[in-house]
């Protein structure tokens, strides 16, 4: 496992930008697919954006297409998810996740074997 801390969450208006980081520590973090999911009150947590342990394959949920960019620095074990056209509906707590590497990105919540805390987005109308 890797150990994940978020940061970048905040509260903003329609149509900002935010940029969300998550620093992994741990000698595996190259090795690992990573993802971003978010969960907003009274609702599961769902997938959002995942990148493979290469960088080469990425995925998004159909909601964010176009207005989220995820990337990762393996150098800087960091992975990021950048938000553009912020969305009232894109108001969650925002968390970061990883998994052993895989070519695939997997979406799914139970997958995944590591976890931040998370950092919340408000979006604001």
């Known amino acids: 496992q890797v150990q994940l801390v978020e940061s970048g969450g905040g509260l903003v208006q329609t149509g900002d930008s935010l940029r969300l980081s998550c620093v992994a520590s741990?000698?595996?973090?190259?090795?690992?697919?990573m993802g971003w999911f978010r969960q907003a009150p009274g609702k599961e947590r769902e997938f959002v954006a995942g990148?493979?342990?290469?960088?080469?394959?990425?995925r998004y949920t159909d909601s964010v297409k176009g207005r989220f960019t995820i990337s990762r620095d393996n150098a800087k074990t960091t992975v990021f998810l950048q938000m553009n056209s912020l969305k009232p509906e894109d108001t969650a707590v925002y968390y970061c996740?990883?998994?052993?590497?895989?070519?695939?990105?997997?979406?799914?919540?139970?997958?995944?074997?590591?976890w931040g805390q998370g950092t919340q987005v408000t979006v604001s109308s």
């Open positions: 996740a990883g998994r052993p590497g895989s070519i695939v990105v997997i979406t799914t919540v139970r997958d995944y074997n590591s």
């Open positions: 741990g000698r595996t973090f190259s090795t690992y697919n």
């Open positions: 990148i493979n342990w290469r960088g080469d394959n990425t």
